[in-house]
């Protein structure tokens, strides 16, 4: 399974965003997906987890309410819409697959991912 992210790109502070991850290699609704971005000098982050056939979401406490993810297993994509955009969102935006969703995206081992895209640059400008 390959992934690439898109959609990345400028977004004011209070605005919206759609990153997209699109899959090929192999059929998406094997994997649960989830979203993480990494941030100059932090550690990569878990934000979102959907699995494999979308009927359970898990989103880490810092874009509940704020981030929602969703998927389209027939067009092997899974979004990642940004809405209240704050400047702490700006970052590179990663996809990877997993063969279930852990338990907390927050704290996610990264080593149980694979399939990682190049990711796609958030900048929020302050």
């Known amino acids: 399974l390959q992934l690439v992210e898109s959609g990345g790109g400028l977004v004011q502070a209070g605005g919206s965003l759609r990153l997209t991850c699109t899959a090929s290699g192999a059929r998406l609704d094997y994997f649960a997906i989830a979203w993480f971005r990494e941030a100059p000098g932090k550690e990569r982050e878990g934000l979102s987890c959907?699995?494999?056939?979308?009927?359970?979401?898990d989103y880490a406490d810092s874009v509940r309410g704020r981030f929602t993810i969703s998927r389209d297993n027939a067009k092997s994509t899974v979004d990642l819409q940004i809405t209240s955009a704050k400047v702490e969102d700006a970052a590179v935006y990663y996809c990877a697959a997993a063969p279930v969703c852990p338990a907390d995206i927050s704290s996610a081992n990264l080593f149980l991912f694979g399939g990682w895209g190049p990711g796609t640059r958030v900048t929020v400008p302050s």
């Open positions: 959907s699995n494999s056939n979308d009927s359970k979401r």
